[in-house]
């Protein structure tokens, strides 16, 4: 059963330390050459060879709402996964699903584009629930996941927003969580 209550998000520390490091991220990159260092600039990774991008573009954000948004996500979703699977899948799951949607982004995106924001990490943790509400064999609870997935996917192709990112760090979400979900189950098989 996939029960998101106060005690799971209690005991998501993972998920509350990534968002207090987003929100300093925030603060501190209200400074303009910090934003500049940290932002995901097509132009920068591929001509100065700045691969560290791929990974604190993740920790910055366009604008309050921005973060807002994407945090609220990350306490959902980030606190669902982090109580269903081990701490380094959970994080494997957040980094490798941002990382996937950060590199789709440097491949289909014009060099000179700057893009910035967890929302790669946080469609992979969606991705994951997905998985997670797909083995509940509960059909109604999995109509409703397939038209909330439908519904953000459409609104990805909103101006403004990276929809690359969103779309293969959701599918980085999807194919990690189920990887782990078959590793979890064979290793029972073996030893049950």
């Not at 106060?6 to 209200?30: E, G």
């Not at 929809?163 to 999807?174: R, S, Y």
């Amino acid at each position: 059963m996939i029960v998101l209550d106060q005690d799971s998000i209690l005991n998501a520390k993972l998920t509350i330390s990534i968002i207090i490091m987003n929100v300093v991220c925030f603060f501190i990159s209200t400074n303009a050459e910090f934003f500049y260092l940290l932002a995901q600039i097509n132009s920068r990774i591929i001509e100065q060879y700045e691969v560290w991008r791929f990974f604190t573009s993740m920790f910055l954000h366009a604008d309050y709402l921005h973060l807002f948004m994407n945090m609220f996500t990350l306490l959902l979703y980030g606190s669902l996964i982090e109580n269903v699977f081990k701490k380094y899948e959970y994080l494997i799951i957040y980094f490798v699903s941002g990382f996937m949607g950060n590199i789709f982004t440097l491949l289909l995106y014009p060099p000179n584009s700057i893009s910035v924001g967890a929302s790669g990490a946080i469609f992979g943790l969606m991705g994951a629930a997905f998985v997670l509400v797909a083995k509940s064999n509960d059909r109604r609870l999995l109509v409703l996941a397939a038209a909330y997935v439908l519904y953000y996917i459409l609104a990805s192709f909103e101006p403004g927003i990276n929809t690359w990112a969103h779309l293969f760090g959701g599918v980085g979400g999807l194919l990690l969580s189920s990887l782990f979900d078959w590793r979890k189950n064979r290793f029972r098989e073996r030893y049950d």
